[in-house]
């Protein structure tokens, strides 16, 4: 069964930094592309970033671009992604997601259960 | 960015209702198109990908259909536990977007 655990979640000030970890298992992670997708409070869905599965191709969202960095380490199967410069629209539950390709973002299945970040002084 | 438009935003149905949610797409994405459904407090779950195909364990009475920039997400029969907002994603591109999502709310 594929498990994907988020951790690294919390309150940070504006201007801070956080790093969001993201524990897979059951399944060859090196092979799948993963997602970092993100959802404020009351608010739909965003996608944020995304990964091959061998770290080779990156992709992130304007609103997060120069100051997100998505990464992986495939030996410890482990999605991260640093957060740098917080605002408070970046105040969200954040998922990670497995996605069904190996290259560029496509369909996310499935998903973990989330870490809430809020940023606030 | 390509703009996915869903409506309507939310709708209320009674148990056993046909129901039909419509994505648009602000350019034409072929059928690089996925469907969601999230429950309160839950992550979303994959319904259907590339506009129709229905993914193992997903009841028959979900179904997809559409391609380019028009795409619909039908529940035959509505039941309780499809109370839950649906969304829509593209992936033609490498920097996919969701529409806004549709809360199907119990009448």
């Known amino acids: 069964e594929v498990q994907l655990l988020e951790s690294g979640g919390g309150l940070a000030q504006p201007g801070g930094s956080l790093r969001l970890s993201c524990a897979a298992s059951g399944f060859t992670f090196s092979t799948y592309a993963m997602n970092w997708v993100r959802q404020a409070p009351g608010k739909g869905l965003e996608w944020v970033s995304g990964i091959s599965g061998s770290g080779g191709s990156i992709y992130y969202a304007d609103s997060v671009k120069g100051r997100f960095t998505i990464s992986r380490d495939n030996s410890k199967n482990t999605l991260y992604l640093q957060m740098n410069s917080l605002r408070a629209e970046d105040t969200a539950l954040y998922f990670c997601?497995?996605?069904?390709?190996?290259?560029?973002?496509?369909?996310?299945?499935?998903w973990g259960r989330g870490t809430l970040v809020t940023v606030s002084s | 960015d390509i703009q996915m438009t869903q409506s309507p935003s939310s709708l209320s149905a009674s148990v056993g209702d046909r129901v039909t949610i419509t994505c648009r797409a602000s350019q034409s994405i072929s059928t690089y198109l996925n469907w969601y459904q999230q429950k309160p407090g839950k992550a979303p779950n994959l319904l259907i990908d590339a506009a129709s195909t229905l993914q193992s364990g997903v009841p028959s009475r979900f179904s997809g259909s559409g391609s380019g920039t028009d795409f619909t997400l039908t529940i035959s029969s509505l039941q309780p536990e499809d109370f839950a907002t649906y969304y829509c994603q593209q992936s033609y591109t490498n920097t996919v977007t969701f529409g806004q999502g549709t809360k199907v709310e119990i009448k």
């Open positions: 997601a497995k996605d069904h390709g190996s290259v560029v973002p496509t369909t996310f299945d499935p």
